[in-house]
Nanobody
Framework: QLVESGGGSVQTGGSLRLSCAASGYFYSTYCMGWFRQAPGKEREGVAAIRTRTGGGPTYYADSVKGRFTISQDNAKNTLYLQMNALKPEDTATYYC?????????????????WGQGTQVTVS
């Protein structure tokens, strides 16, 4: 089970930290990532990280580089997404995902497990 939290409403320039609590099974997958989907748009990759091997981040979308940071706490089986300098175009439902891909882990087809999503609104 993947459970996201930390979404909410924030003003432009503000910060939020999303959390994804994962059961031990999911945390043993090869990668975990954050995706987002705005109304009328396709789900897009935001950031991804190697989990089992502890290889660190594998991917950041160009639109979030320098503003967002993906990290993990192995002791808590929790994935985080620190979002700074938020912009209105970051408004979307954010999803946590886990998968067994050995690639960049930036595409939806690389993931088999998804959380229910958490809403982020920037105004």
């Amino acid at each position: 089970q993947l459970v996201e939290s930390g979404g909410g409403s924030v003003q432009t320039g503000g910060s939020l930290r999303l959390s994804c609590a994962a059961s031990g099974y999911f945390y043993s997958t090869y990668c975990m990532g954050w995706f987002r989907q705005a109304p009328g748009k396709e789900r897009e990759g935001v950031a991804a990280i190697r989990t089992r091997t502890g290889g660190g981040p594998t991917y950041y979308a160009d639109s979030v580089k320098g503003r967002f940071t993906i990290s993990q706490d192995n002791a808590k089986n929790t994935l985080y997404l620190q979002m700074n300098a938020l912009k209105p175009e970051d408004t979307a439902t954010y999803y946590c995902a886990a998968g067994y891909s050995v690639g960049l882990c930036s595409r939806t087809y690389e993931y088999g497990y998804w959380g229910q999503g958490t809403q982020v609104t920037v105004s």
